[in-house]
């Protein structure tokens, strides 16, 4: 990471920054002048922060834990705890994990988001909420009326099928005892893992693909590494490296329904940007509002929500059983992330001190109705606010879902004609938030009402 800091020193200073003028996002020039100034700043941050971020990409990678006699690699840890299926020792492996973040990573962490508020006051004078609000152009107290009503319009079903997997996944258990790792195991799913098979992954996925009418590599401008590597990372990533000519997709592969998610989301990504138009300039191309990308990407992997495609592309015969586990981990996503966005406000506030636990152990458990570990109230946190663009994604891919059910049928997956309007929306990169794209289709207003009306038909 400090190479690539090094070798542009000039780019990442404050002054390069203060050359651009503040600026709406209403305009074209707007926009290319509003996501510039959010690279800079993010790479200021970055900058700050690359000695911290290389020890703590270190620690991740070196990292081992000795559990029941056995080493294992930190970064397995999550693999491991929801794979599984002794209570006890997965406790100890839970126990294992958060003693790294709390004794090596959690200083780390701190100092990090520190920094990060000194480059916010120092750039524009401001918290680092209203910083990143203010250079995203996203207004953070509508998007929180948003997150409030999901979690309001999701509790009793969220609690609905909380209680009824914890029956089902783990009898014995009292309801005021279930803590993370517990949730990780009802979240694994292993009853569903056989009838996803690893090896016919990538052809099944990358036929429907070719169905639509586009070909899964972009006509090679797309690379898969789906190696199973000692220290490769276990988070999946597309990396567009030049945009849109040369893309990666990662994947360490672990096997089940979590692949197909996975490789799902990750292809949404990298078919949005080995489509974006080569007229575009830098800042559309590469830059701008990620929920966009992130957008295209939870489009692709909300397949796993898709009753036809389970049955045509995955070969499931009767997918209601799965439907009903996948909606379970979709609410509990949502509403973890609406839990998030709420804390990291409060956390960038109040600053990372370790009163901010508490807060953190109240919000998120009573989103995901299991105890969360204390521990993680600084892991649990994604630089320059990145849980908005997942949120916003997540209100545009129900809005895409809507659109593509009404103009192509319910297997729009596999229907030729939906090739050109996707492509049509990847050709246009980042070039506009997801407002636009969403009022483009009909929509005048980005809720997760089309999200949640999806959702809710499963259970």
Known sequence: ???????????????????????????PEGRRNAYLRDFLAEGIEGDRNRELTDEMLAVEGAARVRV???????????????????????????DARLGVVAERLTPLLKRSIEIAHGVADELLGTSYDRYCEALSGIDFDALGNETDRLLADTEDAHEDLLSWYLGRVLPGVA?????????????????????????????RIGAMVEAMGLDPQAE??????????????????CSPIRVPDEIKLVLRPYGGHDDYATFL???GHALHFGYVSRELPLEFRRLG????????????DHLMLVG???????????????????????????????????????????????????????????????????????DDVDPHFYCIRYLRAWMLSGVLHETLRERYDEDWFLNP????????LWARGQSEPVEALAVDVGVPRLTFGPLLRMVHALV
């Open 175 to 203: 309801r005021d005892d279930v803590r993370g790792h517990d949730l990780a195991r009802l979240l694994y799913g292993p009853e569903h893992l056989g009838a996803f098979d690893g090896r016919r992954m990538v052809p």
């Open 417 to 424: 004609r939906t090739g050109d309007f996707l492509r049509g």
């Open 308 to 378: 036809e495609f389970h049955r045509r592309v995955v070969e499931i015969g009767d997918p209601s059983e799965y439907l009903r586990f996948a909606a379970f981990r979709e609410l509990v996503m949502l509403r973890r992330y609406a839990a998030k966005f709420a804390y990291e406000r409060s956390l960038h506030r109040k600053g990372p001190g370790p009163e901010l636990a508490d807060e953190y152990v109240e919000r998120l458990s009573r989103a995901t109705g299991v105890r969360t570990p204390e521990a993680l109230y600084l």
């Open 220 to 237: 090679g401008r797309i690379e898969y590494d789906l190696e199973d590597r000692p220290t490769k990372t276990p988070r999946a990533f």
């Open 68 to 94: 029941d006699g056995s080493e294992i690699e930190y970064r397995r840890l999550p693999v491991e705890i929801r794979r599984e299926p002794e209570r006890d020792r997965r406790q100890r492996l839970e």
């Open 289 to 300: 509002d990620n929920g966009v990308t992130e957008g295209h990407a939870i489009t692709f």
């Open 265 to 267: 989301h990750e292809l």
């Open 1 to 27: 990471m400090s190479e690539v800091y090094e070798a542009h020193p000039a780019l990442f200073e404050p002054a390069c920054f203060r050359l651009l003028e503040p600026t709406v996002h209403g305009s």
